[in-house]
């Protein structure tokens, strides 16, 4: 049912009580596939940061990082259910798919495009870990001026924008 997006609170439920059980595998799954698919039409700050990639001429496998994404999201899940023993709410659970999206895309990513769109420095080194990072940290953004700033603040650059201000 899960699939169908039905009975998703009863499978978070279910993940936080057995998670860590192997059985519960499959509903994890289930459940990030569903979570990944959300994304698209639910979680503004994946929207946001997609459209910002595509708006740098960035050429990503989505579909492709969709799946990768997938056996991460479900370890998550279920990881998730074997901490705390808390509750996980479905905004939480979207807002993980959503950076677990960020990071499958990063790889396939060129910072320089993005940044240079955002115009922000890029730094003169920046592993692709750093990069995951700061994606992965730019979907708590509801605008493109967001995405910019939490860049700003992940990767410690300036914005070329305040540069030119600088030298007035």
């Not at 936080?16 to 289930?30: F, P, Y």
Request: glycine share 6%; aromatic share 4%; net charge neutral.
């Amino acid at each position: 049912m899960v699939e169908n997006g039905k009975q998703i609170a009863a499978g978070l439920r279910h993940l936080d009580s057995h998670g860590a059980d192997q059985s519960s595998r499959k509903l994890a799954e289930a459940m990030a596939y569903f979570l990944v698919e959300r994304a698209e039409s639910r979680h503004a700050g994946w929207r946001v940061v997609r459209q910002v990639i595509v708006d740098s001429a960035a050429d990503a496998p989505w579909e492709r990082c969709a799946r990768r994404a997938v056996p991460l999201i479900a370890d998550d899940l279920q990881a998730a259910g074997a901490g705390e023993g808390g509750r996980t709410p479905l905004h939480r659970a979207q807002h993980l798919a959503a950076r677990r999206r960020a990071e499958a895309i990063a790889p396939f990513v060129e910072p320089s495009l993005v940044l240079k769109d955002l115009k922000l420095e890029s730094p003169k080194w920046l592993s692709d870990e750093q990069w995951a990072e700061g994606l992965m940290a730019a979907v708590k953004a509801r605008s493109r001026e967001g995405v910019s700033r939490a860049l700003q603040e992940a990767l410690g650059v300036r914005s070329t924008a305040e540069d030119w201000r600088d030298e007035r």
